[in-house]
């Protein structure tokens, strides 16, 4: 089986930081590639495993903060379950050949007429601020565990 290499430049980010270079991949996963990319975020994402660790504690990155572009990723995600993918890191603005011509594309096809709205940003769920409180019952977000709520046994303190 031969071998395809596919450096995307990815620096120039579509709308929301780090959407451009996913939106590129989503049609570039074969049954075996290297993805070369120069987006860091993307790479370390996927090599290690951060997205997978995000979508286990359902996109939340802490108690505070969600994942962006949520959709994207789980779109690569499953792709990267059905095919072996391997991500590699390279210099943007480096000179490289190939990375330069996908910049100039990503460039050209950001500025196509009738760009279709990114449905993921536009209609993204307002569940941004705190992580709702663990109800009982519900596993562990460290060890899987089921919950167990109990109520204190000490005496609530009183200010006379």
């Known amino acids: 089986m031969s071998e395809r290499n596919l450096n995307l430049g990815c ?3 579509w709308r929301t930081g780090h959407k451009h270079p996913m939106v590129q991949l989503k049609s570039w996963i074969f049954l075996a590639a290297t ?20 979508k ?16 994207l990723w789980q779109k690569l995600l499953q792709l990267c379950e059905k095919h072996q993918a391997e991500f590699r890191w390279v210099k943007g603005h480096a000179g490289i050949p190939e990375n330069e011509r996908c910049d100039q594309l990503s460039m050209t096809a950001l500025h196509l007429p009738n760009l279709p709205a ?22 562990c977000r460290k060890c899987s565990t089921p919950v167990i709520k109990q109520t204190s046994r000490k005496k609530p303190k009183h200010d006379f």
């Open 11 to 13: 620096d120039q980010f």
């Open 35 to 54: 993805i070369h990319s120069d987006s860091q975020y993307l790479v370390d994402a996927i090599m290690k495993g951060w997205a997978v660790a995000w």
């Open 56 to 71: 286990k504690k359902d996109w939340w990155l802490n108690n505070k903060e969600r994942a962006k572009n949520i959709d």
């Open 118 to 139: 990114d449905e993921g940003y536009e209609n993204k769920p307002e569940t941004e601020g705190v992580r709702p409180a663990m109800q009982a019952g519900e596993p």
